[in-house]
């Protein structure tokens, strides 16, 4: 099993903005949140309300302002090791652009775990993919 | 200088809850903003657009759900040291409630740096607290 | 069948604001969301994901700018006639505080329809409130 | 002066949407803000603070439902009269695709008035549009 990064492309709204003009800090989970069901869409996942990924833990370092301008936002799932049986760790950054060239704003370690929504149990990384994908699924 | 453990009632609204009924984890991060501004109201500290508090990193681990009722968002800043001469730590907490007796559903460690918006230079945490407060200002 | 004007005291949040200061206007539709969801809790209805109401058409006044203190969320059931066989028609008001006299800043007509959620179909305003009442429900 | 219709293609984020799946009516009206400033973009006006317009008045009619796939939003300014010296009045829709083919999903006619940020007084669409004007101004 093996994820590539993901790199989407995202419109800043006027509404993201605080009063200085900057993304605020809590919109940038919006964004990263975005680039996740992005990486999913491209793996061919779909979330089906039967095994859902439910955020455990973040840590955001914020480097730089995002002002109103298109942001690229990157995603990528760790390389797991025996203690992320029961979760998914994953990398995200945000780049602007400065003068044409990519600047990190934002860099990002996400921690997922998957609940059976019915039974309210933890699940596998390897249950959710096996529920969730859709080339095995008629849904 | 001595700043004490600031506790708000806050009002969960619909509009918080993501397709499981849940507050989404972005959301979060408003509810500690709110917090935190509390925080400065309860120490008589205004933010005068002068110098201005930015998130720099957060660790947010996320214990429980919250759904649709009152939580108390808990805020303290720690006691600082010589490393953040040029910076705030602060630990939150957002309790609610089962059966009538708190639990902690999130709990948070959110690093702030000040910038003086006009000159774009950083600040230390002590010319901040000299700047927003309000007994010594008529603003 | 008569429904009371419910008011409902709601805190404003630091991310409500723009770059003003002021409460945004889409942010204000999240309040008189909130307000409705009041009502219904208020007259002991819940929605159960069998029949939901939808916003058909909402008619926004802004009055007067809404900073950052309580407001208060007025929301009234408007008389039914015979056109709103299949639509319920919410009058709403958002007052804030000017030296402690309330003043009108935001006021509003809410049009909702009802969608049963599984068949996709139309339902009245009759059909809803039965389907909604806690007093003859188990749930 | 001549201003034509401008249209935008904007994405839908995941945490736009409601426990239903579908995009929830306030956030239609930050979509809606959206449109307008692409508006002011695409007609080299920028709002510098100076003179600010501010919504006075929404109607919204919500035709369709709008899901996580991108839409169009139009916005065009309305031919002025004699009433609306000290308004503007835009009509937007935002546009769904279904099977290919475009479908009106809202509807919406937005009314602002500009206010002068320093001196609170009201001000004309024309002392806006030239206070606003980039070709005139060194900023």
Known sequence: MSFELVSLRLQVRPNDLDSLGHVNNATVLEYLETGR?????HHNLQIKQKIVPVVARIEVNYRKVIILEDVI????????????????????????????????????????VFIDSTERTLRTLQEFLAASNNSNSIN
Chains 1, 2, 3, 4 share one sequence.
């Open 73 to 112: 936002i990157n995603t990528k799932l760790e390389a797991a090791n025996k203690t992320s049986l029961y979760q998914a760790n994953f990398w995200q950054s945000i780049e602007i652009f400065k003068e044409g060239n990519p600047l990190v704003a934002v860099e990002a370690r996400i921690q997922l």
């Open 37 to 41: 069901w992005d990486w999913l869409k």
